[in-house]
Structures are given as C-alpha cells and as structure tokens.
C-alpha cells in the first residue's frame, strides 16, 4: 500500500542518519504511506519506540500493527504537547519528509495537481475551513499579492492577484481549471514552472506550512536529548532555507547570537555542510526526488 501512496524519498540515506540507538524512541514527523516509518522499525529493537504523526485523515490507512508503534493524527506543529500526552519527555531523533505525498498530488479531488480539474481545495487537513477556494475568493488583492511573491516566488505577484480580483467580481472561481483559465496569457513554455509556482504558493497559505515548519523545527530541538539527530527532507527553496538556517544557528532570521569571541552560539552541530541530494538513479525511478535536500543535525 505504501508505494502505491507515496516512493519515500533518500529513504536508506535519511534513516542511516537518523538511527544512533536501535533502544530510542524516534519520532516520523510526516508518516504518509508508511515508507520511513516501517525503514525505522526495522532499525530498532524490541525495546524501541516511533510516534509518527500526519494530519491527513487517509494516512490512518496506512496505520502499521506494530506494538513499539504509535500514529499521531495531527500536524507536526503540535509535536511537543502530543508526546507529553504519552509521556514522551526525550527522543534520539526526528525524522521530516517535507512536502506533498505523491498520493495526495494523484488523488485528483484534492486540488494540488496542476494537471487535473478539481475543485479549489489543496488542505492537507480535510478538517480545516481554509481551502484555496476561500484564498482565493476572499483575500484581499494586497494578501494574494504577498502570497504569490513570498510564497511562490513571482515577480509578478500584483499583476497576478489584481488578475483574480477583477475576475472573481464576475462569478466565483470553483476549480482548478477556473484558475488556471485567468493566466492564458501566460506563453506555453512557461506554463508548466509558471502554474506549479502559482499552486505552491496557494497551498502553502492554506496549510501554514512555513509557520508550521518552524514551530516543528523549535519543538524538535526542544524534545531532542544531546546529541540527538533532526533530519529533513525538503523540496523547495524557501523550507531548505529555513531549515539551513535553524541548523547553522538556531535562528529563522536576524542576526544570531554571538559569544565573546565572535562565534555564532550554536545549538547543532551539522552532520555535513552541505545538503545531500538523491542520486541519479533515485531521480529516475522518483521524478520526486529531482529537487530534495536532505539536512541533518545533531543536538548539542
């Protein structure tokens, strides 16, 4: 069922990383199709423990009959508060796959695809009330304007939203389609980048994943024991960015802390400077793959 779900991506490389004592209790912050999740199992013995959490509601079927096995079913934002709720004061590694799973890109309902008509939708949480549709339909011309600049990373953001508020005065953007049918001035070779920017940007407002990614990121370093291990996998620049960040020093922004000696006061030490990236051979199996990095950090 899990590769039909979603091909987990650096899948031996992140759990060698992660793994430093079969005995610990580790902790899959985006459980999906299962993939990292059963690879950390399989690493850990009788006594060890995983707490994986995932707010998509179709991931409980994936669920593994486990008895050192435990599915959170929320957002990795309330990461901390869940394992004091089952007594979990410390772990010995975190493990995030950022991103959207393959099955929810297929899954053509959802919205997240730009090659299928659906509706605006693109929740990761069915539950919530903020959909795309609500984005963009009833933010302001200024607050799309932003989304599509700092989120999608769009020169021409302004342009863009004051293209959705004039339209959507007319009748009220449904589908995927709908909102794709706005931008047909865009030249064709530059549709495929152009509209994956545009979804990227949306559905990152509608799951708050930046800010969730940070709150991830700050409860990961508090739950994890010294030299602890946090791995992320993420899939554009603006995660890789923050989570570079956080692991150099421990800051999303401004300037960090120095000690009297000019040296930034670190709270990780990095596995390696640099980000790993998927081999060849993985990219061709996992179109996926193309644009992961993968950091790692231990705790000090």
Do not use: W
């Amino acid at each position: 069922m899990e590769n039909e779900y979603h091909n987990p991506v650096l899948l031996k490389q992140s759990v060698d990383e992660l793994i430093t004592d079969p005995d610990g209790v580790y902790v899959d912050c985006t459980f999906g199709g299962g993939g990292h999740s059963r690879e950390i199992l399989a690493r850990l013995s009788s006594k060890g423990k995983l707490y994986s959490f995932d707010q998509d509601l179709d991931a409980l079927e994936n669920r593994i009959a486990d008895e050192r096995f435990t599915l959170v079913n929320q957002n990795f934002r309330f990461l901390e508060n869940a394992l004091m709720m089952y007594g979990v004061s410390g772990v010995s590694g975190v493990l995030a796959d950022l991103g959207v799973s393959s099955h929810q890109f297929d899954e053509a309902k959802r919205g997240f695809s730009t090659r299928n008509e659906a509706p605006l939708d693109m929740r990761m949480n069915v539950m919530q009330n903020l959909d795309a549709k609500k984005v963009i339909n009833e933010y302001e011309e200024e607050a799309l304007a932003d989304i599509f600049y700092h989120f999608g990373e769009l020169r021409d953001a302004r342009k863009l939203a004051r293209v959705i508020v004039n339209k959507r005065k007319d009748k009220v953007i449904e589908s995927t389609q709908d909102l794709k049918d706005l931008f047909s001035f865009i030249p064709a070779h530059k549709q495929n980048k152009f509209f994956a920017q545009v979804f990227q940007a949306i559905r990152i407002e509608v799951n708050q994943e930046l800010d969730a990614l940070k709150e991830m990121l700050l409860q990961a370093h508090r739950v994890l024991r010294p030299g602890g291990r946090l791995v992320v996998i993420s899939y554009h620049s603006l995660e890789d960015r923050l989570v570079k960040r956080f692991l150099r020093n421990g800051k999303f922004e401004g300037e960090p802390q120095r000690d009297i000696y000019g040296n930034y006061d670190k709270v990780f030490e990095l596995l390696r400077s640099k980000a790993t990236v998927p081999a060849t051979e993985e990219i061709e199996q996992n179109s996926r793959a193309r644009s992961a990095k993968m950091r790692t950090g231990i705790k000090l």
